[in-house]
């Protein structure tokens, strides 16, 4: 449940434009790697799909989790 909650955090961040980085980092992951390595494992997403498709990837992961 906490991985989902840091998870959405970051999306939502990224979303409004914060650097992957720093979204990672204010979510609690350890680093961008750690959130990386969570969005492929619990959503079966890569960053650059948050990137290029952010409103798009927002709306379907929150609403459809792979978890």
Known sequence: HIQWL???DAMVQISN???ITDAAAHA???DCAHL???LKQYLGLRESD???HTDMS???CLTNPVV
């Open 6 to 8: 840091r998870l959405t």
């Open 17 to 19: 434009g914060t650097k």
């Open 28 to 30: 609690g992951f350890a």
């Open 36 to 38: 990386t390595r969570s």
């Open 50 to 52: 948050l990137i290029d």
């Open 58 to 60: 927002l709306e379907v």
